[in-house]
Nanobody, 125 residues
Framework: QVHLVESGGGLVQAGGALRLSCAAS????????MGWFRQAPGKEREFLGAIVWPGDGTNVADSLKGRFFISKDTGQNTMYLQMNNLQPEDSAIYYCARSEIASAYYGTSSSYDSWGQGTQVTVSS
């Protein structure tokens, strides 16, 4: 079983930046993809992007390209989400997730088998 813990959320003014971290522990050997999602109140969960864990490859949702960046440190078993020029509409709970399935790279949430507890991001105008 894989345990995921997000951190780095908080309150930021519009135009600001945050970097979220996702620390993985447990049986991560079979991990193929790690992903980021968010969910705002009253809205569906939204796929933000994913990164191939044992190799190269990063996929960021088209609407977020140029503002959101995903990276990793496999030595520290940690994935990051750098978010720039944040806007009030980016306010949500942000989750990381893990998958052993390639389709997870393209945002198929059902492909993810482990999820973190989430971290709140609030952007004030």
């Amino acid at each position: 079983q894989v345990h995921l813990v997000e951190s780095g959320g908080g309150l930021v003014q519009a135009g600001g930046a945050l970097r979220l971290s996702c620390a993985a522990s447990g049986d991560i050997l079979g991990t193929f993809v790690m992903g980021w999602f968010r969910q705002a109140p009253g809205k569906e969960r939204e796929f933000l992007g994913a990164i191939v864990w044992p190799g190269d490859g990063t996929n960021v949702a088209d609407s977020l390209k140029g503002r959101f960046f995903i990276s990793k440190d496999t030595g520290q078993n940690t994935m990051y989400l750098q978010m720039n020029n944040l806007q009030p509409e980016d306010s949500a709970i942000y989750y990381c997730a893990r998958s052993e399935i390639a389709s997870a790279y393209y945002g198929t949430s059902s492909s993810y088998d482990s999820w973190g507890q989430g971290t709140q991001v609030t952007v004030s105008s």
